[in-house]
């Protein structure tokens, strides 16, 4: 049951990515993305991580993903153009992407520890997560939401013309 | 509970969840119409069976029946797409949402859900945070400017009041030191002073409910919020190009968004089965249902209500309203909620 499940997640989310790069319009592209993220979320599940795969969802697949879909809506992009670089990048790009696939596969199996991790050996559960985040890191934590508030702040001055602050300045 | 059997009750469950779902939406409608009507002094649906009964099942067989128009500049796969996703996801979050203790048949312990997972509210929100694609995808498949705006208008507010709405629950998390609904609704249980029910409303958490509705409201885009869809200035927003059944998906959405957004309102403020007990067993045992449906029904005859008071906001309003008011009060609450359970 849990093998049969994990493969169909894995399934959905390798489909998602190929055609994420297959497609030539963006937004099927966006949502290819979507797709890959909600299945990501169902694989966290199988892990015993419930806590992280809502919020894969709501994070990522409800408002990362619909800031990008907003994006391409609002700029109308059309269908991309095939050129000669993307040629290239197909030719060199695909055997090499397999030829890592494969390597990196070999390497996991030939070197891992072998047993795999049992369901709930890791903290997932939402107080162990709280625990961590605001206890044990509690510093690093409030340091990383300094840090995006300020990256927030930063985006605010730089998005704001300074036509506008002085035409405000002139009433 | 062997694999089998849990499959069995599951589908099951599934099944009978899903049918009065349907027809509580169906008969959301006609009451809105109804109440609606006499809050304007006429009628409402009358011809149809008595008091306009069947006229939900005089609508469906009209929508089936329709001549189903596909536009011909139109996003075909996503444009069919669209309501299929807005409705999927508005009737999936139901599958979480507890309606009453459990009973047991056959030395099975059977809960009221369908699924009982710890996390039950983030499920909740992390299905209705997918729900905006339904109208984003409309408004921009549809290839038409009425439609492109009701969409981003959609998508826009849906995503601002998201944020208010999250943090409005946060002060119920604190309280009840749960993400399981189940769990949520049992902190809730017995009175203060032997009177008033602990529900959360009467817990510390009025200016949380207050903020929590202004925030559903928004989310399920009705009046006085109805922005994605205004007949005045947008035509009928992001659903002008669809017909048929397919225009009656993005209804039955909305009305299965608003029962949903009831029961949670019900479960996380107002104690959910919680309610008098009294008479023989059997009753005992169907009481904590009709208290849960009839918190829900108090719910959604409140959204009707507003919609026949209220006008429309301005879009800019809707945002100030939104980012300036909602979001900050909900922090105060939030950090006021905190400290409170912290002294006491």
Redesign the interface.
Known sequence: ?HLALFLIFAAICVAGAVNLLAQRHP?NSA?SL?AVM?AL?GEYLLLGA??V???Q??VY???IM??F??VI??LNAGEEEETKGSRVAIVLGVPGLLTGAVLTAWVVVRYSAGEPVALGALPG??VEIAQLLFHDFLLPFEVTSVLILIAIMGAVVLASKPEATERKADR | MPVGVFIIVSIIKSLILLIVLLTAVAYSVWLERKVVGHMQNRWGPSRVGPFGLLQPAADGLKFLFKEDLTPSHVYRPLFLAAPMIAVVFALTSIAVIPFGNSITIAGYRIPFEIADVNIGLLMVLGVTSMGVYGVALAGWSSNNKYSLLGGLRGSAQMVSYEIALGLSLIGVLIQSGSFSLRAIVDAQGGHFWGFIPRWNIFHGQFIGFFIYLMAAYAETNRIPFDLPEAETELVAGYHTEYSAMKFAMFFMAEYANMITVGCLATLLFFGGWHGPLFGPSIVQALLPLFWFAAKVFCFLFLYIWVRGTLPRFRYDQLMAFGWKFLLPLAIANLVATAIATVVW
Do not use: R, S, T
Request: no cysteine.
């Open positions: 049951m937004i949502l979507i909600a979320a419930e806590f795969a809502a919020i969802v709501i697949a409800g408002a619909v800031l879909v907003f809506m609002l559960h939402p």
